[in-house]
């Protein structure tokens, strides 16, 4: 049978593409604060709390490193565990439908394009479905490629609007106390998948993976911060009362012979994001085989996820209450704790229960 | 399975009766020392000059033999005929297929077998420079349709004896003859027998060229997985790599895999020359694939969808123009891509004589007179005619191009750049999921290898780095089981 592994650098490369592509959709509304230079400071207090929340992951992966945590749950809880993969599944269902919703809320308030925005969300969606169908090989591959065009995209971007910094647009932190930044970590762990990702996906990724997770962890931090600080230093107060504050940066751009490349931005981000629904539908495709304790991931599960993820996403972009419920930070923040800490730590317990009662070479590994 | 009989008379029955209506079949009976005996041949397949002097002349000169049939034709293999290409052979289906690729039989009573010579004498074309790989500063010398002689054109490269030629043979009615070929120690035994499981799972009835084994060797996907070349110096060069060249008698091309998606830029005129011109060149190659794929796609979605990304002046020209012409900017720009296409294929088509007037009428007639009539606007006119010669400088690409740049037109009439964007995402998931015998398509550049990558992909090293580590193709990352 074929191997499916990646290799580290790969994961944490498409984990990068997705964290910029969540990024991207930033703004002073959801940080709840009008100094966004203070979300710097929250994104690095966030990924110390990710290592934090990620400890039972890495401590049932260390266990059982050939099986996903959703297998791991039907092998040690029996029928009851079953729940545990069908949590992830709604899980990954609500964060990408939701990750595409503020794409096509971007596309409504900011962009008006001459097409519905509903035909862009099924089009990405439609790519993202035939790269999990094509395998997690193929779309860390993609990832990798996508993650080039970002970083050329954005040193673009970044290198431009550079000259339009200036230091008086920089407010002093924790002018307002210490809510803004408090609120910033809670965003930042809520608008983030890369715990469960890593619960279903690690067995499939060979190669140094903590060596990974801590600079990925790196990474998106250096990013964010040169992100944000060009942000506040080349828009000032006006980036507050930008939806989109990331896409009035880009609109400003200038170079010679283009006059603006936020439609190119936005291309990129598209292709971010159709990474990031990708890599999540086909982790819909592990959890599925986990509930049918099937070895081969299910090709009907990778149809039913990204459906469903289409069904979320245009109910939320298009039905005002289900917004304020499904993009709420708070709530998505405690669906993000439970993916990421709570079920995995009930998982590794039943795991030494289950070990306790059954000595370790007794255990069936098939 | 039908054997060769004792009885002379049978043997002529069956091959009578097998090439019946078939004015070709020659048949010369003799008497060898009181025994009847017979010779067989296809007219046009054998030369005639050659049975003479070498079969007929010395069995009619040859002393009296003793025995039976069966000690005569020994007699006759051991004393009479020295041919070197003889053997013996007692199934007849063998004889039929023998018969059919130039061989002469001979029949002796009483014997339940036959002797077989190696006598072709068809006519065939000498090594010419290839039309469709044309080289700056390599050889002038290109295969030519007998796989045999592109065999001894590529020994004639390769001495050494771990090159190997083992025969094949494909199609159920054609019985068309192969040569599977590779570097013993070098090429991938996984490899090897994957070649020849799926050519022995090859079902055609008939295959009249190499072109037919592709779809046959290869498992789909928007770009080949089979290279093809004409060039026998680029054959070994491959076979160095350890790919494994397919041979196929009567097609001047020769199969090549795996085969690589970065192959299709490469050349050997990039190895002969200095490696910053390689290396610049190679680049250029790059360039004109992106533009011939996404030119046309890109500049229908940026005057339609996001004309802010234009600069003013150049916005005004396009729109000047377009505004004297009936057409949106994405029918006059499909219309035009359509009419290079139909002119493309008269010009390949037409006779010789005629290729000119196509050009004439094509280039000048079409191409002045509609923008002078205001049907088409000079801007669209440029856009595709650059198309068109960015797509000559990676002709091996031409097939998908063709298609993806009507894709990418059609994804960016209706989505703008983001459409062109997204089938970018696709293409690059289509690519990435490709494998060529377990080699990813894309290696080494996703999975990447960055040795590998600014060796021979984004640099073209010089030859003292080339020759310092084989690369072979099995070796590539991301390839499975296979050089592990």
């Not at chain 1, 096509?104 to 089009?123: E, G, I, K």
Request: glycine share 8%.
């Amino acid at each position: 049978m074929a191997k499916r592994k990646i290799s580290a650098a790969q994961f944490f490369i498409s984990m990068f593409v997705s964290r910029v592509v969540v990024t991207i959709a930033l703004n002073g509304q959801y940080t709840g604060g009008e100094n966004m230079l203070e979300s710097i400071v929250s994104y690095v207090l966030a990924m110390g709390l990710g290592f934090l929340i990620s400890l039972p992951i890495w401590g049932l992966h260390r266990r059982r490193p050939e099986w996903d945590l959703g297998r791991a749950a039907v092998e040690d809880m029996g029928f009851i565990g079953k729940l545990v993969p069908l949590l992830y599944f709604l899980y990954f269902v609500v964060v990408n439908g939701t990750s595409l919703a503020l794409f096509q809320l971007f596309l409504m308030d900011t962009v008006n394009p001459a097409f519905s925005s509903a035909l862009v969300a099924v089009v990405l969606v439609g790519a993202a479905l035939y790269g999990a169908l094509r395998g997690i090989e193929t779309i860390a591959r993609c990832a990798t490629c996508v993650f080039v065009l970002l970083l050329l995209g954005c040193g673009l971007v970044f290198g431009i609007v550079a000259w339009r910094f200036s230091p008086e647009n920089l407010e002093p932190l924790f002018y307002n106390g210490l809510t803004q930044t408090y609120e910033g970590v809670l965003l930042f762990i809520a608008r983030t998948s890369i715990f469960a990702d890593m619960a279903m996906l690690l067995p499939m990724v060979k190669g140094r993976k903590g060596l990974g997770f801590a600079s990925w962890a790196g990474g998106t931090a250096v990013f964010v911060g040169a992100l944000l600080f060009l942000v506040v230093g080349c828009l000032g107060r006006y980036a507050y009362t930008q939806n989109f504050p990331v896409y009035a940066l880009a609109s400003i751009t200038q170079v010679r012979s283009m006059q603006r490349l936020d439609a190119v931005f936005t291309g990129v981000w598209m292709m971010g994001l159709v990474i990031k629904l990708a890599f999540d539908i086909y982790c819909c495709r592990v959890c599925l085989s986990a509930i049918k304790k099937t070895p081969e991931e299910s090709r009907g599960g990778a149809w039913v996820s990204a459906l469903l993820m289409l069904a979320v996403a245009l109910c939320t972009a298009l039905v005002p209450w289900t917004r304020d419920i499904l993009l709420d930070t708070r709530l998505l923040f405690l669906c993000t704790v439970a993916a990421g800490f709570l079920l995995p730590l009930l998982v590794l317990v039943a795991d030494l229960f289950h070990r306790k009662k059954k000595p370790l070479r007794e255990v069936n590994h098939d | 399975m039908e054997k060769v009989s004792a009885r002379l008379q049978d043997n002529k029955e069956y091959l009578q009766a097998e090439f019946q209506n078939s004015m070709d079949f020659m048949m010369r009976e003799l008497e060898l020392s009181g025994t009847g005996a017979a010779l067989f041949a296809l007219d046009g397949l054998v030369s005639k000059q050659t049975i003479t002097l070498s079969i007929l002349n010395p069995l009619m000169g040859a002393p009296i033999m003793p025995g039976d049939g069966e000690m005569k034709l020994k007699f006759i293999e051991q004393n009479v005929l020295g041919s070197v290409e003889q053997k013996r052979e007692e199934q007849m289906e063998q004889i039929l297929l023998l018969l059919m690729s130039g061989f002469a039989v001979l029949c002796i009573d009483g014997c339940a077998e036959a002797l077989v010579f190696g006598v072709q004498g068809f006519d065939s074309r000498g090594p010419e420079e290839p039309q469709n790989e044309v080289m700056q500063r390599g050889a002038k010398d290109g295969f030519t349709e007998s796989y045999q002689s592109n065999m001894a054109m590529i020994r004639r490269r390769m001495k050494t004896t771990s090159l190997k030629f083992e025969k094949a043979q494909v199609g159920g009615q054609s019985h068309t003859p192969l040569a599977i070929c590779y570097l013993e120690g070098v090429a991938s035994p996984t490899v090897i027998e994957k070649v020849k499981k799926r050519l022995e799972a090859c079902d055609l009835q008939t295959a009249l060229g190499a072109g037919y084994l592709v779809s046959f060797l290869e498992k789909g996907g928007i770009f080949t997985g089979v290279g093809m070349s004409e060039r026998p110096d680029v054959v070994c060069g491959k076979i160095e790599e350890g790919r494994v060249a397919i041979l196929v008698e009567g097609t001047p091309s020769v199969l090549l895999v795996p085969f690589l998606f970065v192959e299709n830029f490469q050349t050997l005129d990039d190895y002969l020359t200095r490696p910053f011109y390689g290396t610049f060149i190679r680049w250029l190659k790059y360039l004109a694939f992106f533009l011939s794929a996404f030119l046309p796609g890109l500049y229908v979605a940026i005057t339609t969808h996001h004309p802010e990304l234009l600069p003013e002046s150049l916005l005004l020209k396009i729109a000047e123009a377009e505004a004297q012409t009936p057409f949106p900017v994405m029918a006059e720009t499909l219309l035009l891509y359509f009419l290079y296409e139909v002119l493309r294929e008269a010009g390949l088509r037409a006779p010789r004589s005629l290729s000119a007037t196509v050009s004439i009428v094509g280039g000048l007639v079409v191409g002045d007179t509609a923008v002078s009539a205001g049907l088409v606007s000079a801007p669209s006119l440029l856009v595709v005619a650059l198309t068109a010669i960015a797509g000559y400088a990676v002709p091996r690409l031409y097939e998908p191009l063709a298609l993806l740049r009507l894709a990418f037109l059609l994804a960016g009439n209706f989505m703008g750049v983001w459409g062109v964007m997204l089938g970018l995402v696709l293409l690059l998931l289509n690519l990435c999921g490709s494998e060529s015998f377990g080699v990813p398509l894309l290696s080494p550049v996703a999975p990447y290898n960055g040795n590998l990558v600014f060796r021979d992909v984004f640099a073209r090293a010089g030859w003292q780095k080339l020759s310092r580590r084989d690369a072979k193709v099995q070796d590539m990352p991301g390839s499975r089981e296979i050089g592990q």
